[in-house]
């Protein structure tokens, strides 16, 4: 399956083109990033202010979050927000180089 990387990020993330299709909708249906954080329980809202959530134990987040087409997915950070924004980043990249090719 054809993988999308942007040589100015480490080497180890990338993400499937299944992944980042299945990102998309994810997102499309959360309506934005930041709710879509607070779903996958990544940020969180206090005080109105935007919280970033950092685990004790990212396996366990891990072991909840990143199942079916996440599986293989390379998960190595306690704050699972960077990972979701990486994927982010890439999803649209991705979604540019799309369009352009239509």
Known sequence: MPRIQDSSVDAKNFFTERQLEYFGKELEQAGYFDKLMVEKEAAHWKNGQFIVIQYSDPKEYQAKYL????????????????FWDQMLQEWRVWKRCKKNMN
């Open 67 to 82: 199942t079916g087409v996440y599986a293989n997915a390379p998960f190595h950070t306690d704050i699972p927000y960077r």
